[in-house]
Each structure stands twice: as C-alpha cells, then as structure tokens.
C-alpha cells in the first residue's frame, strides 16, 4: 500500500483527466490532507500515525462535514490508542454518527422491508444502507441519514399507495408535483415513521435511465450475503459515479467506501461487468479517475484491470461532462448541461421510456416525452457544449 501524501501525480492518468482533478471542488480527491485521513479510516495497523498526520495537515483549517463521516470508523480503528490521538474533541462533532440514530435506521429498514415484502414490491438496497450493512464492522461506522432503495418502474404505482396507506408525507412538501415525479423525475423521498428518510430510486442512476440491462442485472445479481442488497460490482461502479460528484458536503467518503469493497468483497466483482457498464454508460472518465486513486492506496486492484480501464479511450464529450461534475458549474453551464445529460440522448442505443427536460422546464412543471428509437444521440449535446463552456 503506498503510505505517502498523496498529490494527483501520484495517479496514473491521462493529462486531460488530471486536469479534470484539478478543477475539482475540494473533498473529492484526496489529496495531501485526505490522504491521512483515508489511510486511518481503512488501515487499522496505521491509524494512530496517519490521523495524528492529518491533525497536523489540518491545524490551519477544520474539518467539514464530509470528513466528520469518516471520523467513526477512525475511532474505531484507533480502539485503545483514541487517548493518544490528537485533536480528540474531532470524535464527537457529528450528530448522525451516534449508535443511537443507527438503530433508528435499522429499525425503520427492518420495518420497511416487512411491509415491502407484505406488499409484493420488489427493491433492492443500495448506496450506504448497503454499504453500512455489508461491509463495515458496525453499521453506525458508516453515518448516514437516511435509507436508499431500488424498485423497478413498474412497481411504483404499488409504491405510492403503500406509502399513502401507511401516512409517509413527501419529503420536499411537494404535493400534487410529487405524486408525478415518476414522469418528471428519478426519485421520490419520503419520511416514514420516526422521522427518518426514505429515498426510492426506480433507475440506478440518471446515466441508466429506463434502460433494462442495468436494472435487470442489478436485481438479478443480489449481493452475496443478502439479496435484498446490490453486488458489489455495482456498488463500486456507484461509488465512482455518485461519489466523484462535487457536492456541498465534501464527498471525501467514496474513496474509504470503494476501498472497503476492494478490501472486503473484492472477489466477488465482476470486472467484465464493470467495463461493459462503464462503456455502455459513457462512465470512462469516472472509472479511470476512480480506479487510478483506489491503486494508490491499495494493492488489491489486479493489474490487468488498471491497465484496460487506463486504456479505455475518453471522448472530448466524456471530458467535459466529468469536468462539469467534479468541479461546481455555473448556472449558464448547469443549464446548458441538463440538455446533455438528457437521458434521450444519452441512451447508448435506443430508448424505451424517456424525456428531455431543462432546469427552465422543470421549473415550469413541463417535461416532453420520447418513446422508440434516436439516430441522432449527443448530438443536442455536442451542438451546445462547446457554447456553454464560455460561461462557466
């Protein structure tokens, strides 16, 4: 494993994904400081050295919310050396890290599995409901504040009137807008009893909207351990595409998730998955960022893999969709964008149930809808980028 302060040129890539990294919003790469404090969160033997680094690396700033996540686990790591850690106070900033809303989580997954069961709704789990159950010691190492779930399309209509039934009021208060969100949307959230978050997805994510190869596969292929979660290939591939994102909490935590799967279920992934996703979705950018990264803080990537994804060639348009979401874009850029990322254009060959919407047309309550096949994919995209980049 390379225990060293990390810096982009450690990382095996092209210059054009470097520069990529170099846009990014702060958090998404580890670089330097991070690198501490994702070696403490995931080397236990290493814990006590590596987060004293990253006190010191960081006595000139403090903690955002993104790194507050990881310090859970780092505790945990530290076990009897935590007396000798310093900047102790850190362990007790979060407010969702306690065992205390873990068990409200488990609680209300335990309950909302019986009555999908009862029900006959097929779903999934994914994301860190997965991530907290399958992989770490202790499901409150992985702080989260709500729970992520797929169910397949056809099974929302089922969905809401379960949630009607039950008394769930949508999370963002939007009424009647809501209840559509099937037609306009990618998920609808609710909050269910105790108070806690319920965020059902019926894609796996934007890039894979309606297209059944990934949500067949994804349902058909459960985790090993329960099949009421999502494998690890997809998780890792997620990780990536979720994770690298800027966010307004620094998204620091998808590297110590992806290297928890490498470490932990790293035999079970199918790579030739991950390369048949990665290019039917246009994810090049994400996988080869992703995995240069987890090379540089683990040994347990086999070789062959680097080498094919560092081989995988990355279009101009791929490049700059990665950039636009790595770094934070302005609203012209933003608005641009959402005509690129249109799922009608990105479907890599045909489209079985999908829209175009910009900000403007969500806004307005409009949303156009497309059925059979495009002959003309990113071409939308590739007329308007190159003007939106002016404005960023």
């Known amino acids: ?3 060293m302060p990390l810096s982009d040129e450690v990382f095996s890539m092209p210059k054009e994904l470097k520069q990529i990294l170099h846009g990014a919003k702060s ?3 580890p670089c330097r400081r991070l690198s501490h404090l994702v070696h403490a969160a995931t080397n ?6 590596e987060w004293n680094a990253y006190a010191y690396e960081s006595r000139y700033t403090f903690p955002d919310a993104g790194e507050i996540r990881l310090f859970p686990i780092v505790a945990y790591h530290l076990g009897d ?3 000798q850690a310093d900047n102790q106070s850190w362990f007790n900033l979060s407010t969702d890290c306690d065992e205390t809303h873990s068990t409200k989580l ?3 997954q335990t309950s909302v599995e019986v009555l999908l069961h009862d029900a006959g709704i097929p779903f999934m789990w994914t994301k860190g409901t997965a991530l907290a159950n399958e992989l770490y010691p202790k499901h409150h190492l992985r702080p989260s504040s709500d729970l992520d779930a797929l169910v397949p399309w056809e099974s929302l209509a089922a969905l809401e009137d379960l949630a009607a039934k ?4 949508y999370k963002l208060g939007q009424g009647v807008v809501a209840r559509n969100a099937r037609y306009h949307g990618s998920e609808m959230s609710w909050e269910i009893d105790g108070g806690i978050h319920l965020d059902v997805c019926w894609m796996p994510r934007l890039p894979f909207t309606f297209d059944p190869l990934a949500m067949n596969w994804i349902f058909e292929q459960g985790g090993s351990q329960d099949t009421s979660y999502a494998n690890p290939t997809w998780l890792l591939l997620e990780a990536f595409e979720h994770g690298l994102c800027a966010n307004v909490v620094s998204p620091i935590r998808w590297v110590v998730d992806a290297l928890w799967l490498i470490n932990q279920r790293g035999a079970e992934i199918d790579w030739q998955m991950f390369f048949t996703l990665t290019e039917r979705y246009q994810l090049h950018c994400f996988s080869k960022i992703g995995l240069a990264i987890l090379d540089a803080f683990t040994d347990k990537i086999p070789k062959d893999v ?3 994804i560092e081989a995988m060639p990355v279009s101009a348009l791929q490049r700059d969709e990665c950039l636009m979401r790595v770094a934070t874009p302005s609203n012209a850029t933003e608005y641009f964008a959402s005509l690129k990322y249109n799922r009608a254009l990105r479907a890599p060959k045909a489209i079985y149930a999908t829209k175009i919407t910009s900000p403007l047309a969500r806004h307005a309550g409009l949303s156009w809808r497309l059925r059979g096949k495009i002959g003309f994919r990113n071409l939308h995209a590739r007329l308007i980028w190159p003007v939106s980049r002016h404005f960023n």
Do not use: F, P, S, Y
């Open 44 to 49: 236990k033997t290493d814990a006590l050295d």
């Open 166 to 169: 039950r008394g769930w009021t």
């Open 1 to 3: 494993m390379v225990n």
């Open 306 to 308: 680097v080498r094919a």
């Open 81 to 83: 050396q935590l007396h």
């Open 106 to 108: 488990r609680e209300a």
């Open 27 to 29: 958090g998404v790469i």
